[in-house]
């Protein structure tokens, strides 16, 4: 069954048969499960994308919350009347989720439903407008910082509860300095907008104005307490709202005295350049100045995704070093696969789910696949066509439905992984993927059957024979090291960032924040474009001089080594990749991002006897030293690149294993 939810909300009363028609169903019925169903009818404007449907689903699940309590015991018609009049005095407030059933049947369903008391004014020709509220309380910034980014078109904050798209702009935004505030304003006329990590970036339609949110029009606007940034205006209070505005004299800032160039300019002469952004004891107080105001913007986004991800890990109770996590989004940006490696309960699988979280992905935006150490094949992941029974039978893992779900929904991200995937070989269950991860992304077609099979499988309109994957799927996977598992092939580990994650010291875990319920709610959803964004896309390889040949060196000492493994092109461009993707920031520089990229996509191609790797390793001495090793000299060799610092201790770490074990891996 496919799900679509929009995540705007409207608001509906109870639908009411005209006197003329004759309904199949009263509004409110019992449905089979003995349970009361009932219609609403949407009476507030919806989002662009939504279809042409006037009324949605409701059930009583929905209203328990709010004080409904339906007796079961009472007769099917006395339930029936007990609901109509109960819903007589209220409105409901809710999000709509549209189901396509396996008949391809649509059914539209109110979903997160909350109540609000119809107000005296009341008609049955209402309709509200959804109109945006932004506050210091929510928003963090003043009235004086929220017009000075109105008048500079700027990012004025997110809003979690009206609708995002690019056809919905409001006519004007509200501002109130508290949620028990009376005295709003109300600011405009706004003509488009962008929303992004930021939240939203109006253009102003002429002239920026600003007049009072009357009282008469505050009695008849309706508040929902749980939604604190939206109030639904009636359509001829939003009409006067609107020549008035029009009718306004324009603001200028230095008319509201609202001018805070000067504070910003006297600030600029005590602080460092950069873009400032908020204190934190582990982020960074400025980034590396941006020559365009678009540049920076991008910036801000990006160091304040991050940032959410570092306050997201120390509140779920997981203590990492913010470099760690700035490198794991670099590689979750540019890589392939991007596998964590690391010893159980060190929080792998928990990491991307909270990475996830902070990007704001629901439902099959993110697929936790657990691995099954009894997969042998790729039919375990993708399923197989049935040609006895003429049905394709995809794998119980969820990989097939979310796929299918990314390529219908291009504007969004998806993220799989892969949990605990060295369980299994994974070149046996996740051959073809393999295979098509090097493709360029107009290429990568997952084939799930023969196309002569298509016209003969019932359900082949669901499940087509091929899958396009597209860029908005990032693969991710988790693997322990132990003797539980397989080891990875080259052929795996040239298409792979795999990060090891380290555990912090465990005195680190006391001076964690009080742990947040796991139920906590997700960000604001980041779009595809939006991180799209956050890839410079670059095409032509920008490793210096210096940093070729170091590579090339290497690639040199792992042929010697063994001709079958190397450095290769494609590592290459994947390092380069890796480091023109690094955001701006100052905890993870270039050089420590090169250190990083060497153990992670060179070193971990590094294994064998000690016959095979002494000259190339080295000798691990009693006193606890590395001598004769060809990879330690090579590195000092180029001081300027790196001080290689990681690197280092993963070569000693390799040099401790041939000596006591005869091998590494």
Request: include cysteine; aromatic fraction near 12%; charged fraction near 30%.
């Amino acid at each position: 069954m496919s799900i679509k939810t929009w995540e705007n909300y409207c608001v509906g009363v109870l639908d009411k048969p005209k006197e003329d028609e004759l309904p199949y169903r009263d509004s409110v019925f019992i449905n089979n499960q003995d349970s009361l169903q009932f219609q609403v009818r949407i009476i507030s404007e919806t989002s662009y994308s939504f279809p042409n449907v006037k009324s949605v689903t409701g059930f009583y699940s929905d209203l328990e919350p709010w004080g409904f309590e339906d007796d079961y015991f009472l007769g099917r018609e006395t339930r029936i009347k007990n609901l109509k009049e109960w819903l007589e005095d209220y409105l409901l407030v809710f999000k709509v989720e549209k189901r396509i059933r396996y008949t391809h049947e649509e059914v539209f369903n109110a979903k997160d439903v909350k109540v609000i008391p119809k107000l005296n004014s009341y008609t049955d020709d209402l309709t509200l407008i959804p109109v945006p509220i932004f506050s210091k309380e929510k928003h963090g910034i003043d009235l004086d910082e929220f017009v000075y980014r109105l008048y500079n078109k700027k990012f004025v904050g997110r809003i979690d509860h009206i609708s995002h798209e690019p056809e919905d702009t409001p006519a004007f935004a509200v501002w109130r300095e508290h949620f028990a505030d009376f005295n709003l304003r109300i600011f405009g006329q706004l003509d488009k907008h962008q929303y992004a990590y930021g939240g939203f970036n109006f253009e102003i339609l002429g002239e920026l104005k600003e007049i009072e949110f009357k009282r008469e029009w505050y009695e008849e606007c309706y508040f929902c307490n749980e939604l604190n940034d939206v109030v639904f205006v009636p359509l001829a209070v939003h009409q006067a709202m609107t020549a008035e505005l029009e009718a306004a004299e324009p603001l200028t800032v230095s008319k509201r005295e609202y001018n805070l160039e000067a504070q910003r300019d006297s600030k600029s002469e005590h602080d460092s350049p950069g873009v400032r952004i908020p204190a934190d004891s582990s982020f960074p107080q400025t980034v590396p100045d941006i020559s365009n105001e678009a540049a920076q913007e991008w910036d801000d986004d990006e160091l304040r995704l991050l940032k959410a991800f570092y306050t997201n890990t120390q509140e779920a109770g997981l203590s990492y070093k913010m470099e760690d996590l700035i490198n794991f989004h670099t590689a979750m940006k540019c890589s392939n696969l991007v596998i964590l490696a690391g010893m159980s309960g060190t929080g792998k699988s928990r990491l991307v789910d909270l990475y996830c979280s902070t990007l704001g992905l629901k439902g099959e935006q993110f697929t936790l696949i657990p691995v099954s150490p009894s997969w042998t094949s790729d039919t375990d992941l993708i399923g197989y066509a049935d040609t006895m029974h003429m049905i394709y039978r995809p794998g119980d893992s969820g990989l097939i439905n979310a796929l299918r779900k990314a390529q219908d929904n291009p504007d969004k991200l998806f993220v799989i992984c892969f949990d605990e995937m060295n369980l299994a070989r994974v070149e046996h269950y996740f051959s073809q993927f393999l295979s098509i991860l090097e493709m360029e992304h107009g290429r990568r077609v997952l084939r799930l059957y023969n196309d002569d099979l298509e016209n003969r499988l019932y359900n082949s309109a669901q499940y087509p024979p091929t899958i396009m994957i597209k860029e908005n799927v990032i693969f991710v996977g988790t693997i322990n090291v132990d003797d539980s598992t397989y080891h990875f092939s080259d052929k795996v580990l040239d298409r792979a960032n795999v990060i090891s994650l380290e555990v912090m010291p465990f005195h680190a875990l006391k001076e964690l924040p009080e742990r947040k319920k796991a139920s906590a709610a997700r960000s604001e959803e980041i779009s595809f474009e939006v991180y799209q964004s956050f890839r410079p896309g670059n095409k032509t390889i920008t490793l210096s001089d210096e940093e070729l040949s170091l590579l090339w060196e290497v690639h040199l000492a792992l042929q010697k080594m063994n001709r079958q493994i190397g450095v290769g092109p494609r590592i290459v461009k994947q390092i380069d990749e890796y480091l023109a993707n690094l955001p701006a920031q100052q905890i993870l520089n270039r050089e420590k991002a090169f250190d990083y990229q060497f153990v992670q996509r060179i070193l971990t191609k590094v294994r064998g006897s000690e016959e095979q790797l002494r000259e190339l390793i080295g000798i691990y001495t009693n006193e606890g030293e590395v001598i004769d090793s060809y990879l330690l000299e090579l590195l000092k060799k180029y001081p300027t690149i790196s001080p290689f610092a990681i690197s280092k201790k993963v070569i000693e770490q390799k040099a401790k294993e041939l000596k006591f074990y005869g091998y590494t891996f």
